[in-house]
């Protein structure tokens, strides 16, 4: 597992009561707030590590960086299937399929969970 | 890419009372994409653009390359390799299998005497450069984008700059080929030379290259220096710069006397950087182009200035560091290769025909030299190459100023990249490459049912 799971962890936990607020106030529901880190499959871990990491634990790049759950926490508010679709589509700096073409849509929802801490199976 | 910074861009616009531009923050890029995905369709595959789409049948990711090839055997369906997706050209699209080599990642050995290294092709090479490095090694040189797998950046010749320099393609000593009946080529130049040659840039049309050996050199580090200066005062000494620089390309600014020039060295510095390397800074020059340009007379004026008082930066640290920048800011591009000599006088046209016909573009046009190599479909085919690359933002449409533009590159016998928009099809191809119909002749003889031949190749094949 990357040692960066573990970082983000801590900074998830910190945090949590924080993002449970955001989300009320959002209207957005429980499913919002940080989850337990998800856990990738490693074929998943290696997907990550060979094409998220390229610019999600890069520094310079601009994209909100793993683990550091102040650069997710109004993203996840948007939503998982809203992250989703901005991953498919592209988004701003972000190629579409966050780079990664032989990603299935259950992959990319691990990926994006991971990434931004929400519930895997969120919506 | 342009090195701007951020800061110092802001700097300038507000010395000049540019005030009104801080406001506007750093400028947006918004998605032109007119077929997004919801959740429930069919997964498209998109390259990184945006440009390209499919709705593939199928899949491919194989485990290990025993895999692929009983893949490959399985069925007599049409398929394209895929790589990272960061062609912005019609390589990929397919309605058949799209093959990943995701999971062939890595060096699997290397040659310490010989300085070389065998390696999976599904590596990225921003992950190729750190791996090489812990083995002592290095390739000579890298493109400026290294979000690509390596077998996809061979597949199109993909380059940096150095007049001594050559493409990744020309790197290449050995490498083994995954044909499209599942057999396994090993090729080099004494072992079936001819697919050896053709195979090192195949455009993915040959089968599946899984593996290659690469011709290295020792770990080194490297400063990049970059500076602004008058354009034609640069092009007079060009041939000063590309001779006394082991890299050195620059970038020309539509619309103005000013270009950035960039040249980079080998050193024995700690790693350092003076100025910041701001890949989002080409979105605060287009808010400065689109202001200074609403000011009647003085506008282009201003706008030169702007970049004219921009100081001078420098980055040093190890090679694959300082050869390769992120790019965030997502476009669209065509690129095409004159010979060397013929330079300057196509990027005078370039821009002369950007001002005649008051083409609304600022991003910066890259100038990069290449060496020749012996490698049949490269752009620098037993020719040195001067390759100017222009840009359009992702969410501006590319096609007027292409189609604009790409007439004088033909003017001066230009090579498009294979891996960057263009409009030729194989009657105009074929007269510029000198081994075009061995290539062809390899082609068919290996896939001889067109399997991987999709809607693009079949336009630049005339199948």
């Known amino acids: ?123 | 890419m342009i090195r701007l910074s951020r800061r110092e861009l802001l700097r300038a616009a507000l010395a000049a009372g540019a005030s009104g531009l801080a406001a506007c923050g750093r400028g947006e890029q918004h998605s032109s994409v007119s077929e997004d995905w919801t959740p429930g369709e069919p997964l498209p595959w998109r390259n990184w653009s945006g440009s390209e789409r499919c709705v593939p049948a199928r899949r491919i990711a194989p485990a290990s390359e025993s895999e692929l090839r009983a893949l490959l055997r399985g069925g007599d369906f049409a398929l394209r390799p895929a790589g990272s997706g960061h062609s912005f050209s019609g390589l990929v699209t397919s309605d058949g299998a799209l093959v990943f080599l995701d999971a062939l990642s890595g060096v699997i050995s290397t040659d310490p005497a010989a300085r070389s290294a065998d390696v999976w092709t599904g590596t990225r090479l921003w992950r190729l450069g750190p791996a090489l490095a812990a083995l002592g090694q290095a390739l000579p040189n890298l493109p400026d984008i290294d979000y690509q797998t390596l077998g996809g950046a061979l597949a199109t010749s993909t380059h940096g700059s150095g007049a001594e320099l050559g493409s990744l393609s020309s790197r290449v000593t050995a490498l083994s080929l995954a044909t499209p009946d599942g057999e396994l080529l090993e090729c080099d130049a004494s072992r079936n030379a001819e697919v050896f040659h053709a195979a090192r840039a195949s455009l993915g049309a040959l089968g599946v290259v899984t593996r290659v050996r690469l011709a290295n050199r020792a770990a080194f580090r490297l400063v990049e220096r970059s500076r602004f200066v008058e354009l034609e005062t640069l092009l007079a000494n060009l041939a000063h710069e590309r001779d006394t620089n082991r890299h050195f390309e620059f970038y020309a600014f539509p619309h103005a006397d000013t270009a950035l020039a960039i040249a980079t060295n080998e050193t024995e510095e700690a790693t350092r950087a003076s100025g910041d390397d701001d890949p989002e800074a080409i979105l605060l020059l287009r808010t400065l182009f689109r202001w200074t340009r609403a000011l009647p007379g003085v506008g282009m004026r201003l706008y030169d200035a702007f970049l004219r008082s921009q100081p001078a930066s420098e980055r040093s640290g190890e090679s694959y560091a300082v050869l390769a920048h992120p790019r965030t800011v997502r476009f669209n591009e065509m690129e095409y290769t004159v010979p060397a000599e013929a330079g300057p006088e196509c990027l005078r046209a370039v821009l002369g025909e950007i001002r005649a016909r008051d083409l609304p573009v600022c991003f910066p046009i890259e100038c990069r030299f290449v060496r020749q190599d012996d490698v049949w479909l490269s752009m620098f085919h037993e020719r040195a190459g001067f390759s100017i690359s222009i840009h359009q933002f992702q969410d501006e449409d590319w096609r007027p100023y292409f189609a604009a533009i790409e007439p004088i590159f033909w003017k001066f016998e230009g090579r498009p990249h294979w891996g960057k928009l263009h409009s030729l099809d194989a009657a105009r191809l074929a007269p510029l490459y000198t081994r075009w119909t061995d290539f062809q002749r390899v082609r068919r003889s290996l896939d001889p049912r067109g399997r991987l031949v999709n809607a693009h190749l079949a336009q630049i094949f005339g199948t």
């Open chain 1, 1 to 123: 597992m990357p040692r960066i799971l573990w970082k983000s962890a801590r900074a998830t936990a910190q945090l949590t009561c924080a993002l449970v607020c955001l989300a009320a106030a959002c209207g957005r529901g429980d499913d919002l707030k940080p989850a337990t880190p998800t856990q990738l499959a490693p074929a998943l871990a290696s997907t990550y590590q060979s094409v998220c990491a390229a610019c999600h634990a890069r520094a310079g790049t601009g994209a909100p960086f793993a683990g550091n759950d102040a650069d997710w926490s109004q993203r996840r508010a948007q939503g998982a299937d809203a992250l989703l679709e901005h991953t498919v589509n592209g988004y701003r700096g972000m190629p579409p399929l966050g780079g990664c073409g032989r990603c299935s849509e259950a992959d990319l929802r691990a990926l994006v969970a991971y990434l931004a801490g929400v519930a895997e199976g969120a919506r």
